[in-house]
């Protein structure tokens, strides 16, 4: 969640992208232009237009939170598995609070 938006993870490309362009726009003095994509509170996607990088923080630190948060958990699962000898009875959870066991 996002103020009124809601965001993926899967973003984090697109939103790290964005976010060097509004930085380098903003270095420079110019006013950054650039139409992202969010889910609004209906679950359609809509396009909002920043026009500034304090505009974009928020989406771009929400998505960079989550994107760390699964990162973690991913990797802790793949030392998890190759270290098993029954990879398949791994059972992987991303939800809030989730953590592969050491």
Do not use: M
């Amino acid at each position: 969640v996002c103020g009124q938006y809601l965001v993926i993870a899967e973003w984090i490309n697109t939103y790290t992208n964005t976010y060097t362009y509004a930085k380098k726009c903003t270095d420079e003095g110019i006013v950054p232009t650039a139409d992202i994509v969010a889910f609004n509170h209906l679950g359609k996607l809509e396009t909002v237009t920043i026009s500034s990088i304090e505009d974009f923080l928020p989406f771009y630190q929400t998505v960079a939170d989550e994107w760390a948060r699964i990162t973690d958990i991913r990797n802790k699962y793949l030392v998890q598995i190759q270290n098993t000898d029954a990879p398949k009875d791994v059972v992987i959870s991303y939800a809030k609070g989730a953590e592969a066991e050491e």
